[in-house]
């Protein structure tokens, strides 16, 4: 197993990166994509190979500015998939979401309940922190 799996963002398609060494998924961008299913299947692939030898913490950072059903309907998958690990090693999740979106907010607090974890909210002022984001997590990925 590669120590990173990283897609990254396109025009309709989040950033995706995985380290597994270290335990963080980090999902930033939009996710607007017709057949979720398949964009993320790969990601799904690669948790369970990790998660059949799991660190003691999973560190995941979701950065979404926009989620179409399809998609939503993904991460909830994703949501599912890690709460069946959260008995084998501890799950911390920071949902970020700007200030003004309180849908992505309200969607964020679902996959908590869902989750049974507690989520930590970041409330971000505009795009811009995401695309910061996004730019610094490529930076990690080339270097």
């Keep these: 197993m590669e120590n990173v799996f990283y897609i990254a963002a396109l025009e309709d398609s989040p950033e995706i990166l995985f380290d597994y060494q270290k335990g963080k998924l980090c999902i930033s961008g939009t996710s607007w994509l017709e057949d979720a299913y398949s964009f993320y299947e790969p990601l799904f692939n690669n948790l369970k190979v990790y998660f059949a030898?799991?660190?003691?913490?999973?560190?995941?950072?979701?950065?979404?500015?926009?989620?179409?059903?399809?998609?939503?309907?993904?991460?909830?998958?994703?949501?599912?998939?890690?709460?069946?690990?959260?008995?084998?090693?501890?799950?911390?999740?920071k949902w970020y979401y700007e200030k003004d979106d309180l849908d992505m907010l309200k969607m964020g607090k679902k996959y908590s309940a869902m989750l049974k974890v507690a989520f930590d909210f970041v409330e971000t002022d505009s795009e811009e922190e995401v695309e910061d984001y996004q730019e610094g997590v490529y930076n990690i990925v080339k270097h």
Excluded at 68 to 75: C, D, G, H, P, Y
């Design 53 to 93: 030898e799991p660190k003691s913490l999973i560190d995941i950072e979701f950065k979404f500015i926009y989620l179409n059903t399809s998609s939503a309907k993904q991460i909830a998958r994703l949501i599912s998939l890690i709460g069946e690990l959260k008995d084998e090693c501890k799950v911390k999740v």
